[in-house]
T-cell receptor, first 115, second 116 residues
């Protein structure tokens, strides 16, 4: 069974600093995709970044980068130069190539950016 | 900007009443997903469709929930009869393939359901 674990229920970071949000997964599937979504207090789910299991390079999208360590089964999200607007819940998710082709989400990490 | 549209945004109803939530996926997306979010369970997959055909609804209580796609522009999630434990935020998402294996989901704003 696939599983996504986010061990940090809450994180604080100072504005303009970088922060890493942890995500580990458990799958025996050879091909899969890893996603990060942001959920601000307004409630919508916003796609941030995607990493395919066969991708050789770590994904980057603006201030977001994904530290993908396949052997350790981790896919940590790094946010550089934090902004007040980054305060939100962040969810890691996995999609496998076989079986249920839908995202399975972790429990989320609440990030608060302090001025 | 193309977006997934969900209606209603908020719904308050009494136990036993029927609730219907609607979703308009992004034009061109061929997968539609229904998720439920609660504090206790987080985000749970209820059902999903590909090319309007239901692929997986194993996460859905079959006795009271039903999901359909009458056409490519409309997906519905119905609860009959509703119960207080159904209170949650229900998200619809439609999918865009990003590579051979995976697709990126675009979420609607959700329907906040409260069953009294």
């Amino acid at each position: 069974a696939q599983k996504i674990t986010q061990t940090q229920p809450g994180m604080f970071v100072q504005e303009k600093e970088a922060v890493t949000l942890d995500c580990t997964y458990d799958t025996s599937d050879p091909s899969y995709g890893l996603f990060w979504y942001k959920q601000p207090s307004s409630g919508e789910m916003i796609f941030l970044i995607y990493q395919g299991s066969y991708d050789q390079q770590n994904a980057t999208e603006g201030r977001y980068s994904l530290n993908f360590q396949k052997a350790r089964k981790s896919a940590n999200l790094v946010i550089s130069a934090s902004q007040l607007g980054d305060s939100a819940m962040y969810f890691c998710a996995i999609e496998m190539d076989t079986g249920r082709r839908a995202l399975t989400f972790g429990s989320g990490t609440r990030l608060q950016v302090q001025p | 900007d193309a977006r997934v549209t969900q209606t209603p945004r908020h719904k308050v109803t009494e136990m036993g009443q029927e609730v219907t939530m609607r979703c308009q996926p992004i034009l061109g997306h061929n997968t539609v997903f229904w998720y439920r979010q609660t504090m206790m369970q987080g985000l749970e997959l209820l059902a999903y469709f590909r090319n309007r055909a239901p692929l997986d609804d194993s996460g859905m209580p079959k006795d009271r929930f039903s999901a359909e796609m009458p056409d490519a522009t409309l997906a519905t999630l119905k609860i009959q009869p509703s119960e207080p434990r159904d209170s949650a935020v229900y998200f619809c998402a439609s999918g865009l393939v990003v590579d051979r294996y995976n697709e990126k989901l675009f979420f609607g704003s959700g329907t906040q359901l409260s069953v009294l």
